[in-house]
């Protein structure tokens, strides 16, 4: 493989991201001498249009800057190809005289590389490297970019659970993630107490009531006089429609250029503190989307995270010589190890948090959920418990 590898970014930008790219640069250097290295602009996007940045020409040090910066330096897209798309893409690669295409990113990037696989019939090695702070991917113990975003929303909780001690109300923060759980239970990983918030803690793989939610958030504020609550962006009723769409007119919901309803947009946080007044009236609340910022905070980047992501890079280069695959992250109860595991494994697929994460019946987390949250995003900073 001395020809040309081809490396793209898809999906959510993530703090660590460009490690992954820099990562797979750099090793294809070290292992292929001579080697073309083009960085797709704007994911799947550049390969089509033939809009490509020759990363073989950049300077060591450039590049490991780069891959400490937060963001997706390559530029991403939310483009989701189907067959159609992806034989453009196909063509895209051929016309590069591409022998291998590392993307960058989560389900739906995973998703493209098993297309294309399966189109190309092993003429080209299609790699798939982790990426999300959703931390959603099957066969994954964890992925890149998940523990910065950890540890930014903790730290976020334990600032307003602060906050809040010193002048009490009920405090709702929600947190991106899309169908899994994992980001908002970061809510709880800094809590200083057993009486610290998060006191309630919303997650996607538990139905959502909006009654129940009101009692919960009463008893709560009859036992601390604050109630701190972290909300996943996915958390869906009982009829497994989410959340926004029980809550907001079908003509008022916003949607995404791909129809897709914005589970954490401006709705939900009005139609959250709609509920709150309503229910609680004359309850000091406050509802807030924590939105993009837990995702590249460059105040938040864990260094742990980073290098992994770095060598998900290398390892990706390895994965490409061996014909292709998707690159995981595993442990193997002392240490995060690589492996290769087969695309159509994670490609389309969404990985839930474990039901034994959260109480039975209650809203918070589990020594188990705990545990591994705290294996991930160990406690950043020394803090005193204030005397309210």
């Known amino acids: 493989m001395s020809g040309t590898f081809v490396i793209a970014q898809g999906g959510g930008p993530t703090a660590v991201i460009n490690q992954t790219m820099v990562g797979a640069a750099l090793e294809i250097r070290k292992r292929h001498p001579g080697a073309k290295v083009l960085g797709s602009i704007h994911g799947v996007r550049g390969i089509r249009d033939g809009n490509y940045i020759d990363l073989s020409a950049i300077p060591e040090d450039r590049l490991r800057l780069i891959g400490a910066t937060p963001s997706a330096a390559l530029g991403s897209t939310r483009d989701k190809p189907d067959d159609a798309y992806c034989e453009i893409i196909l063509n895209g690669l051929k016309k590069a005289g591409a022998d291998a295409f590392i993307y960058i990113g989560g389900n739906d ?20 490297a982790p990426k999300t702070i959703d931390n959603d991917l099957e066969e994954n113990d964890h992925t890149p970019g998940f523990i910065s975003a950890a540890e930014f929303v903790a730290g976020a909780f334990l600032s307003v659970d602060l906050d809040f001690r010193a002048l009490p109300g009920i405090y709702v923060g929600i947190v991106m993630g899309r169908h899994a759980g994992f980001l908002t239970a970061a809510a709880a990983a800094w809590q200083l107490a057993p009486d610290s918030g998060p006191h309630l803690v919303y997650v996607p793989e538990r139905p959502f009531s909006a009654a129940a939610f009101i009692d919960d ?85 864990n260094a742990v995270d980073a290098q992994e992501a770095f060598d998900a890079g290398v390892f990706a280069v390895a994965v490409a ?68």
């Open 109 to 128: 990037t995973s998703g493209t590389q098993q297309i294309l696989t399966d189109a190309a019939g092993g003429k080209i090695a299609f790699v798939h």
């Open 217 to 301: 958030v009463r008893a709560t504020l009859d036992r601390h006089k604050r109630c701190i609550v972290a909300v996943s962006e996915g958390v869906s009723t009982a009829d497994g429609k989410a959340l926004v769409e029980s809550l907001v007119p079908p003509e008022k919901l916003e949607r995404d250029a791909h129809g897709n309803v914005k589970l954490s947009g401006s709705d939900l946080p009005a139609a959250l503190e709609r509920a709150l007044a309503e229910g609680l009236p004359g309850k000091r609340a406050r509802v807030d989307a924590l939105g993009y910022m837990p995702r590249g905070y460059v105040g938040a980047i």
């Open 321 to 388: 010589e061996q014909g292709g695959g998707s690159v995981a992250l595993q442990y193997d109860g002392k240490k995060t190890v690589l492996k290769k595991v087969p695309l159509k494994n994670v490609a389309g697929k969404t990985r839930h948090m474990p039901a034994d994460f959260m109480l039975p019946e209650v809203n918070q987390l589990s020594d188990a959920g705990m545990a591994y949250l705290k294996r991930l995003v160990p406690e950043k900073y020394k803090v005193g418990k204030p005397f309210v």
